[in-house]
C-alpha cells in the first residue's frame, strides 16, 4: 500500500477536517443525503486538493479503517 508519509498524514486529516465540517454543516440545513454525499467531497477538494493518486489512498484508508479500527491515518509500523 502507498506509503503514508508524516506530510500526506497531515493533509488526510486535513482533508477529514474540512469534509466532517462540512458535512455536519449540510445535516442541520437540512440538505437531503444525495446533496451532503456530493457536497461534502466538492467543499473538502475545494479547501485540500489532493491528486487522484492521493485520494485513492485516502478512501481506501478510511474504508480499510471503517473495518479494522485503529486510529484513522496511524503509523503504519
Known sequence: M????PELRDKFLRF???YE???IKLEESGASGK???A???KAALAEIPVTDDELHVYKLRVALHSVNG???FGDDS
Not at 502507498?2 to 508519509?5: A, F, I, K
Open 2 to 5: 502507498h506509503e503514508l508519509t
Open 16 to 18: 477529514r477536517e474540512v
Open 21 to 23: 465540517h462540512n458535512r
Open 35 to 37: 446533496v451532503v454525499a
Open 39 to 41: 457536497e461534502v467531497w
Open 70 to 72: 485503529g486510529e484513522l
